[in-house]
C-alpha cells in the first residue's frame, strides 16, 4: 500500500530553470493538495485540487502553476525557479475537504535552486 | 482568518519526562482540530484529532483536548521517549478549507 508517492526527493536547479514535481496516490482520493515547508513557517498551501481537471490557488500560489490531468496524479510545476522557491515539498490528499479530514502525505521533495 | 499558534521550539527532554506542546487557535464556528507528526526525513503523518469541543483525542501515549473555551488543543505526554523525537504541527480545519498549520515545534528527546 504505497499511499502518497512524490518523485523526485531531492533536486538542485540553477536559477531560471524548469522543472515537475510529481505526486501520485492510490487511495481514489478526490483532493490532492501541494505545500511548501520553510524553516519557522509551517507548511503553506501552494495549489490543491478538488477533483479531476480542477485545481485552486491556495496561499502562496506565486510561482507555481499545477495540473490534475488523472484523479491520482497531481503536478507541480516551475516554470522559472528563483532561490525563493528552495524548500521542501509535500503532497498530500484527502477522501473529504475540511471538517474532521485526515490529510495523508507523502515524504516530500527537497528542492534546492542555486 | 483562522490561524493556529504552537509554542516556539525546540523543546529538549530527558528520557520519561513529562511533555507539554501548547497550541492556540483563532476560528470562527467550530473546527476540528489536529496533531499531526513529522518524523526526521519523512512526511507528516496523523497524531490525534478531535471534532467538538471537550473531545480528547489520543494515540502512542499522546492526548490533547479541544478546549472551546481557551481555543487550545494542547499536547502531552506523561513519558517521552527518544522514538517521540520529531517535529509536532498543530492544525485545524473547517467545512470545505484545507488545513491550517501552526509553525511547528520540534522536539528533541535525549536517554
Known amino acids: 500500500n504505497a499511499g502518497v508517492t512524490q518523485t523526485p526527493k531531492f533536486r538542485v536547479l540553477k536559477t531560471g530553470q524548469s522543472m515537475t514535481l510529481l505526486c501520485a496516490q492510490d487511495m481514489n482520493h478526490e483532493y490532492m493538495y501541494w505545500y511548501r515547508q520553510d524553516p519557522g513557517m509551517g507548511l503553506r498551501l501552494i495549489h490543491y485540487?478538488?477533483?479531476?481537471?480542477?485545481?485552486a490557488k491556495g496561499e502562496v500560489p506565486d510561482g507555481y502553476n499545477v495540473s490534475r490531468l488523472k484523479k491520482q496524479n497531481f503536478l507541480l510545476g516551475l516554470e522559472s525557479a528563483a532561490p525563493s522557491q528552495t524548500s521542501v515539498y509535500f503532497c498530500?490528499?484527502?477522501?473529504?475537504?475540511?471538517?474532521?479530514?485526515?490529510?495523508?502525505f507523502g515524504a516530500g521533495t527537497r528542492l534546492s535552486v542555486l | 482568518g483562522n490561524s493556529v499558534t504552537q509554542m516556539e521550539g525546540p523543546v529538549t527532554l530527558s528520557e520519561e519526562a513529562f511533555l507539554t506542546i501548547n497550541c492556540t487557535y483563532t476560528a470562527t464556528g467550530y473546527p476540528s482540530l489536529f496533531w499531526y507528526v513529522q518524523y526526521p526525513g519523512e512526511g507528516l503523518q496523523l497524531l490525534l484529532k478531535?471534532?467538538?469541543?471537550?473531545d480528547k483525542g489520543s494515540n502512542k501515549g499522546f492526548e490533547a483536548t479541544y478546549r472551546k473555551e481557551t481555543t487550545s488543543f494542547h499536547l502531552e505526554k506523561g513519558s517521552v521517549q527518544v522514538s517521540d523525537s520529531a517535529v509536532y504541527f498543530c492544525a485545524l480545519t473547517q467545512a470545505g478549507t484545507a488545513l491550517i498549520f501552526g509553525k511547528g515545534t520540534t522536539l528533541s528527546v535525549s536517554s
Open positions: 478531535a471534532t467538538k469541543a471537550d
Open positions: 485540487s478538488v477533483g479531476e481537471g480542477t485545481t
Open positions: 498530500a490528499s484527502s477522501y473529504t475537504m475540511g471538517q474532521g479530514t485526515i490529510q495523508y
